[in-house]
T-cell receptor, first 113, second 109 residues
Framework: DADVTQTPRNRITKTGKRIMLECSQTKGHDRMYWYRQDPGLGLRLIYYSFDVKDINKGEISDGYSVSRQAQAKFSLSLESAIPNQTALYFC????????????FGEGSRLTVL | GQNIDQPTEMTATEGAIVQINCTYQTSGFNGLFWYQQHAGEAPTFLSYNVLDGLEEKGRFSSFLSRSKGYSYLLLKELQMKDSASYLCAVVDSNYQLIWGAGTKLIIKP
């Protein structure tokens, strides 16, 4: 089993629908991240969390919200999906150091029609 | 602003050597990562450089020059499975990761 698991792996939805992407990890890391990847662009940070009570906005947080339900779980929500949120979304974890490597989930491909 | 530049695409031949360059302009520097990403899959860690010089890891090596804002990833004895995108990412002064758009490497027989 993967150390960082994302569900769903693929989702097609319509404009205006609420969508939740879930991430769980068994690595025991405190730091968790949500990234978005679009063709021709680098990974862009949406939100990150250093522990259950510490949640921070990334560079593109508008239109998204997150919930850190436990150390091992970090969910990303799109309250009202729009077509330009069509992208590949990655959850990642990191050790409690500022320069540790990131461990990524398999990705969730979201299409908003 | 902060900027990471990598070539969009490169082509190389199986068994050859290829060098993928990354130049950066960031607010501060606390290290540089290289990740490999196969199409439709998650990025996986290749290397981390924080000091100048070359670090070798099997067929892959990574070089850093902080004064020039430059790094490269060197892949030797290329195999078909090395066809992937290679992502460069810099840790800035706030310890945030700034990502390049990635270099798609195509390996031909």
């Amino acid at each position: 089993d993967a150390d960082v698991t994302q569900t769903p792996r693929n989702r097609i939805t319509k404009t205006g629908k609420r969508i939740m992407l879930e991430c769980s990890q068994t690595k025991g890391h405190d730091r968790m991240y949500w990234y978005r990847q679009d063709p021709g662009l680098g990974l862009r940070l949406i939100y990150y969390s250093f522990d259950v009570k510490d949640i921070n906005k990334g560079e593109i947080s508008d239109g998204y919200s997150v919930s850190r339900q436990a150390q091992a779980k970090f969910s990303l929500s799109l309250e009202s999906a729009i077509p330009n949120q069509t992208a590949l979304y990655f959850c990642a974890t990191r050790t409690g150091t500022d320069t540790g490597e990131l461990f990524f989930g398999e990705g969730s491909r979201l299409t908003v029609l | 602003g902060q900027n990471i530049d990598q070539p969009t695409e490169m082509t190389a031949t199986e068994g050859a050597i290829v060098q993928i360059n990354c130049t950066y302009q960031t607010s501060g520097f606390n290290g540089l990562f290289w990740y490999q990403q196969h199409a439709g899959e998650a990025p996986t860690f290749l290397s981390y450089n924080v000091l100048d010089g070359l670090e070798e890891k099997g067929r892959f090596s990574s070089f850093l020059s902080r004064s020039k804002g430059y790094s490269y990833l060197l892949l030797k004895e290329l195999q078909m499975k090395d066809s992937a995108s290679y992502l460069c990412a810099v840790v800035d002064s706030n310890y945030q990761l700034i990502w390049g758009a990635g270099t798609k490497l195509i390996i031909k027989p």
